[in-house]
């Protein structure tokens, strides 16, 4: 029975693997004429489209678009001086290229560059037709490699115009935080923050920044319309419970902003840090000594702003010393250039008030400072900036130089220092005085007759220091005496010499041999003494030009040699 049922299966097993194979072969020979067909309808469709082009692709129009926008480009940029005044048709002919797809083509590092340059060489009604096109896009732009050449490009001054520029604003707004992240945008937003926005726009995105992630704080802080300007206005107003959550939070932005070199850069950091600090170093000076040991290696980005270069001398007064070191090497390299900034000089300033390591500094700060070659030190001394901090060596704080309003914040306030302010300057004058003799005996008429140079060149001469010794002194005194006097003197014809000698031309020559006669009448190379010696009782010749101002500042010194005689010039 059994078999019987084992011959019966294997009998049904084999008929249906024999119809599983006429199907296979069925269906083989039913897919070859479907082949067939379809050669047969390629070969007719070919030759019924014979005589069209298939159509392009989009990759293909953008190339071909690009081509043809790169063609005018050259001819813009290759045109002649004399053919300027056809600017205004090509940039036409390039905007009616670029037109489908300009956030496109401001994305492609080639087409890129065509964008600016209409941006630069277009009149107005272009400028706003390819900003208004951009302006939907400018925050993708601003974080692009590419685009955000473009969107710098169209904030340069003069490109865009004011509307143009608040709705940039507006796009930018709520999102400064995400942008600072950003190596790219940072820098867009950087350039758009000094040079394009209000004071009070300025102020509305530092204040966004300094809420950081909170969103609902910021929202609410805007609604209430206060006219908060600093960190503890705005925690005052958020009050006790929320006011410990903002600060935190601006406590961990300005952390992970450490962290990025180029995000220090940025003056909205600086500005965030100035207002942190300042609230912290009186309420939290353990949370501001922490916030400045993370930004003493890179201080270095905090010069040259002027909040910057605020939070980099708050950041040195709350340094101890091991700190103060990483502070100074980071801005060792660049002290040359850093002391000729305009908010630069004020670090290097408060570095010579607040270090107690003087060989340190004299090695690393002053020495570059000064030069190290007769061209650099000159330099120095002639430049605006570079030769203030040296001058603060010399006279200390003084207000004919040095306005309190500006200054002030360096000299004053707590600070871990711990050696004497005098002997720590004193230390440092005496390093820098042997140097600066030598110069000054290289270039008396440079120093004298420069508005910078004159100062040092004072103060060196009127110091009393067992530095500088008399005789040299009288020296220096001589050459200035000579150089006065020199072209006043008659000719060999007996006619007096035409015209005014260089060094009386000068404001701030005249300035400074005013002031050496009223600070030497009493020296033994009195500067008003060397003058009448040279004069020869013909004092009168001194009331040409400036010099009447020399002759009536002797005038004006009582029981001197040449009191009586300068008084008869002066009523002749």
Not at 8 to 31: F, H, I, M, P
Not at 208 to 231: D, I, M, P, V, W
Not at 301 to 314: E, I, P, Q, Y
Not at 553 to 560: C, D
């Amino acid at each position: 029975m059994a078999d019987t049922v084992e011959r019966t299966s294997g009998a049904k097993n084999r008929k249906d693997r024999r119809k599983s194979l006429q199907v296979k072969n069925e269906g083989k020979r039913k897919r070859g004429p479907k082949k067939e067909d379809k050669k047969r309808k390629r070969t007719d469709s070919s030759e019924k489209d014979a005589g069209e082009k298939p159509a392009k692709s989009p990759k293909a129009l953008r190339i071909e678009t690009a081509q043809e926008a790169k063609k005018l480009w050259e001819k813009l940029r290759n045109r002649k001086e004399k053919d300027k005044g056809s600017d205004t048709e090509l940039v036409a002919k390039i905007i009616d290229v670029l037109r489908d797809d300009l956030n496109g083509f401001s994305h492609r590092h080639d087409t890129a560059r065509i964008v600016q340059w209409v941006l630069k060489c277009g009149n107005r009604e272009q400028r706003s037709e390819v900003v208004q096109g951009l302006l939907p896009h400018v925050l993708s732009l601003s974080s692009d490699r590419y685009g955000r050449h473009v969107v710098m490009s169209a904030l340069t001054k003069g490109r865009a115009t004011r509307g143009e520029v608040l709705a940039i604003y507006e796009r930018f707004r709520g999102n400064v935080y995400s942008m600072c992240k950003n190596n790219l945008s940072a820098e867009v937003l950087d350039q758009f923050y000094q040079m394009n926005t209000t004071s009070a726009q300025r102020r509305e995105l530092c204040l966004e920044l300094l809420h950081g992630k909170e969103g609902k704080l910021l929202s609410s802080f805007r609604q209430k319309k206060t006219t908060a300007s600093s960190l503890e206005e705005v925690i005052a107003e958020a009050g006790p419970e929320f006011g410990k959550v903002l600060y935190d939070g601006t406590k961990a932005i300005l952390i992970g902003f450490a962290e990025k070199e180029s995000t220090v850069r940025l003056q909205i950091v600086h500005d965030v840090l100035h207002h942190f600090l300042i609230y912290a170093c009186e309420h939290d000076r353990e949370g501001a000594a922490e916030m400045a040991a993370l930004y003493a290696p890179v201080a270095i980005h905090l010069v040259h702003t002027k909040n910057g270069a605020a939070s980099f001398v708050a950041c040195l007064k709350l340094l101890d010393a091991k700190n103060r070191k990483k502070l100074i090497k980071s801005v060792q390299e660049d002290i040359r250039k850093i002391s000729e900034d305009s908010y630069g000089h004020l670090t290097i300033m408060a570095l010579y008030e607040h270090v107690d390591d003087t060989k340190l500094l004299q090695k690393a700060v002053l020495k570059p400072h000064i030069g190290k070659s007769d061209s650099e030190e000159l330099t120095t001394l002639l430049h605006r900036y570079a030769s203030l901090p040296l001058l603060n060596l010399l006279a200390p704080h003084e207000g004919r130089y040095f306005n309190p309003a500006n200054y002030a914040f360096i000299w004053t306030g707590e600070t871990k220092s711990v050696k004497d302010d005098g002997k720590r300057r004193q230390e440092l004058a005496d390093f820098a005085i042997p140097l600066l003799i030598e110069s000054v005996q290289k270039n008396v008429l440079e120093l004298l007759c420069d508005p910078a140079g004159s100062k040092i060149f004072l103060e060196l001469v009127v110091k009393d220091s067992p530095l500088i010794e008399e005789l040299w002194k009288t020296e220096i005194m001589t050459k200035v005496a000579d150089a006065l006097t020199t072209e006043l003197e008659p000719s060999e014809g007996g006619e007096e010499s035409s015209g005014t000698p260089q060094i009386l031309d000068s404001a701030a020559a005249v300035r400074t041999a005013k002031y050496l006669i009223a600070l030497t009448k009493d020296e033994s190379y009195s500067l008003g003494d060397l003058i009448h010696a040279r004069m020869k009782g013909n004092l009168d010749r001194l009331q040409n030009g400036k010099s009447d101002l020399i002759l009536k500042q002797m005038s004006k010194i009582e029981g001197s040699k040449y009191y009586k005689e300068a008084l008869r010039a002066m009523e002749n």
